[in-house]
Nanobody, 122 residues
Framework: QVQLVESGGGLVQAGGSLGLSCAAS?????MGWFRRAPGNEREFEFV?????????YYADSVKGRFTLSRDNAKNTVYLQMNSLKPEDTSVYYC?????????????????WGQGTQVTVSS
């Protein structure tokens, strides 16, 4: 089992920045961030992921604005979000798994954080 504890998020104006962090109780091969899909609270939308290849992946919608980094010594992953847009508003979830295939698929992840709200006002 892996426990994930998220922190960060909050309210920011469009164009601003926020940072999220996620601390895992042990190391996993892959850690990622997802958010609730707009208009569909049942689906997760891929944001970014890192696997210990190392390789980092981003959704096209956040590429160039969001940066995922990872501190393996602390089992912690960070998501720096810049140039935020109102459409980035969502609940963001940290996720982790012990393998590396199909890192953009939410259903492949075994462990999830509690979620943290990010609200971007226009």
């Amino acid at each position: 089992q892996v426990q994930l504890v998220e922190s960060g998020g909050g309210l920011v104006q469009a164009g601003g920045s926020l940072g999220l962090s996620c601390a895992a109780s042990r190391r996993t091969l892959t850690m990622g961030w997802f958010r609730r899909a707009p208009g569909n609270e049942r689906e997760f939308e891929f944001v970014a992921a890192h696997w210990s290849g190392p390789s980092t992946y981003y959704a096209d919608s956040v590429k160039g604005r969001f940066t995922l980094s990872r501190d393996n010594a602390k089992n912690t992953v960070y998501l720096q979000m810049n140039s935020l847009k109102p459409e980035d508003t969502s609940v963001y979830y940290c996720a982790a798994r012990d393998d590396t295939a199909n890192v953009k698929s939410a259903k492949e992840y075994d462990y999830w954080g509690q979620g943290t709200q990010v609200t971007v006002s226009s």
